[in-house]
C-alpha cells in the first residue's frame, strides 16, 4: 500500500461538504413538513397511518468508466437497485421509479441501455417504472457526458428509525457485489497508475430487497453501504449516543478492494468504499447463519 495513497477529497469529492449541505438545507426542507430529511429515505404521513418513503439519488462518475467499458446496462441496473435499496431502509415496499436521463447530446442506444438495465430490475422488484425525463442539454454537459438519476417511492405503516437500538444490538452484513456505484471518482484516479478489469469493478448494485422482507420483525434499523463506506452509514441510523465497534476482518474482501488498498490507504478505504459489505441490519440476537461484523455500543 501507498505512504501516501490519493483520496475521495484530492479526486474532486468532499464528503464533509455533502454533510455540510444536508444541515444547510435542513430548516428550508423541514418547514415545508418533511420528515427523515438526511436519512436513507424521506416520509410523508398519508392520514391513514401510512407513510410515503421516497428517495433520489444518480449512478454517479460511475457511468464515464462504463461508457467507456460497454457496460451501461449494468449502471441503469445500478439506478434502480440503489433508489429501492434507500426506500426499504425504513422498512418500506418500493412501488414505483421515475428516471432522468441528460446529457449534450442524447444518444439513442445509451439511453436504452440504461432504461433495460433499470428496468429489468424493477421486473424482479415488482416496482413500476411509470416514466421519466430525457433531456439533451447542450452547455450544461460537455460533449460525450451523461447523468442519469432517479427517484423511488414506496409506502411503509411502521417505519424503521432506529430508535429501539441498544447498547449490545448486533451489526449483521451482507455482501455486496464489489464497488456498486459510489466511489468511482477516486477509482477512476487510481486507473490512471494501475488498470483493472476484474467483474467486481462494474458490477451493478446488489438489491437487498429480499434480505429486508426476510428480517422485518427483527431488524431494528438497516443501512444501506453508500458513499462514506460501512461505518458512515451505519451511524446513520443509531439513536443519539450510540456508536457501531465493527470487526473490519470479519468478512471476505472483494479482489477489487485489494487492487484499490495497493494504492488507497486503509482509512481512506473504509471511509469511502463498501469494502465488501452493501448492506447492514442491526438485531437484538444472531441466529444460524448470520454475518456478523459488528455491535452498537
Not at 474532486?12 to 418547514?31: D, F, K, N, Y
Not at 409506502?155 to 430508535?163: A, F, I, N, R
Not at 458490477?203 to 428480517?215: M, N, S
Request: glycine share 12%; with cysteine; net charge negative.
Amino acid at each position: 500500500m501507498a505512504e501516501e495513497g490519493p483520496t475521495y477529497d484530492v479526486a474532486g469529492v468532499s464528503l464533509a461538504t455533502a454533510g455540510a449541505v444536508v444541515e444547510r438545507l435542513r430548516s428550508a426542507v423541514e418547514s415545508t413538513g418533511a420528515t427523515q430529511f438526511g436519512q436513507f429515505a424521506a416520509l410523508h404521513p398519508l392520514g391513514d397511518g401510512r407513510f410515503l418513503a421516497a428517495s433520489t439519488d444518480g449512478v454517479g462518475t460511475k457511468l464515464i468508466l462504463a461508457r467507456q467499458r460497454g457496460a451501461l446496462r449494468a449502471c441503469g441496473a445500478d439506478l434502480a437497485a440503489h433508489c429501492i435499496n434507500d426506500v426499504i431502509t425504513c422498512g418500506a415496499e418500493p412501488l414505483i421509479l421515475l428516471d432522468y436521463v441528460a446529457a449534450a447530446q442524447v444518444e439513442l442506444e445509451e439511453v436504452a441501455e440504461l432504461v433495460e438495465g433499470a428496468a429489468e430490475v424493477c421486473r424482479g422488484a415488482g416496482v413500476a417504472l411509470v416514466g421519466g425525463e430525457t433531456a439533451e442539454l447542450p452547455g450544461i454537459y460537455r460533449d460525450g457526458e451523461l447523468d442519469f438519476a432517479g427517484t423511488c417511492v414506496g409506502v411503509v405503516e411502521e417505519p424503521l428509525d432506529g430508535s429501539a437500538i441498544e447498547a449490545g444490538d448486533v451489526v449483521l452484513g451482507f455482501p455486496s457485489a464489489g464497488l456498486h456505484a459510489n466511489g468511482f471518482t477516486l477509482v477512476r484516479k487510481v486507473l490512471e497508475d494501475e488498470d483493472y478489469d476484474g467483474p467486481d469493478l462494474l458490477a451493478p448494485t446488489k438489491l437487498y430487497l429480499d434480505v429486508a422482507r426476510r428480517l422485518r420483525g427483527r431488524a431494528l434499523a438497516f443501512a444501506h453501504v453508500t458513499g462514506g463506506g460501512v461505518l458512515g452509514n451505519l451511524e446513520r441510523v443509531l439513536p443519539a449516543g450510540r456508536t457501531a465497534e465493527l470487526d473490519w476482518y470479519a468478512w471476505e474482501r472483494p479482489p477489487v478492494f485489494t487492487w484499490l488498498a495497493r494504492h488507497v490507504e486503509e482509512d481512506e478505504l473504509r471511509r469511502v468504499f463498501n469494502l465488501g459489505i452493501g448492506w447492514c441490519a442491526v438485531v437484538r440476537g444472531t441466529e444460524p447463519g448470520d454475518l456478523v461484523i459488528g455491535r452498537i455500543a
